[in-house]
């Protein structure tokens, strides 16, 4: 069961965290910058989360990174089905690690060996996360695609985004996480919450009691 799902079936859940974090309010009259014209708008939305951690990391040198990348789990789950592409995937992984060094000590816009490559690696983070997506894995990379993950790259602000405080990307949740490790399945199967009083007692309350031992920490995501 996903934590979506969790939360859909959960009225108890849903009541707890609605009382504790209670749902900020979203201005409507906000135009859109950037329409999506992609095939598949989510993956374009993955690669940004992917350049927006870069682009954090190179504003904030002091940046602590939780760990590793969501991508680098699908090369274990692609080892078990197709090692050819589990082999592709690694060099998926490994190619945007270059490119990212090179980014964090130059001064230059994304190139579009860098936003391909982010793109790559959200194409990873859909097999990892759901399964699904295979097909896409080696799907060509469109100038369309491009230009749109680049278009909301320029969008960015670099002084909505720069601090002087503490910056954690990925965090984590400090013993909850250390159990989580415990468990022999976790790193192998995306999935492995089936349980809703597992997901309760080591996800979902460790998860909101460290949120607001961090409220006054500067955290990305």
Known sequence: MSLTS????????RKYLSTAFPKP????????LVPSNAPRSG????????????????????TADGGPWVAEGATRVLQRVDRNRAARAREVVHAAKRLLVGFLKGDAQTSDELLASA??????DAIYRSGRGLEYFDSPITEAELHELRELYLHLNPDDWRTDGSCH??????????????????????????????????????????????ASVTVYE
């Open 25 to 32: 309010s979203i201005r409507k009259d906000v135009p859109l």
């Open 169 to 214: 990307l990925n965090p984590t949740f400090g013993v909850a996480n250390v159990f989580a490790r415990w468990l022999p399945w976790v790193h192998d199967n995306p999935q492995w919450l089936n349980s809703e009083k597992l997901a309760l007692g080591c996800v979902i309350v460790p998860v909101v009691v460290a949120v607001q031992l961090l």
């Open 119 to 124: 793109i790559r690696l959200a194409r990873l």
């Open 43 to 62: 993956e374009i939305g993955a690669a940004f989360d992917y350049i927006f951690r870069f682009y954090i990391q190179r504003l904030n040198p002091q």
């Open 6 to 13: 969790f939360l859909n079936e959960n009225l108890e859940a």
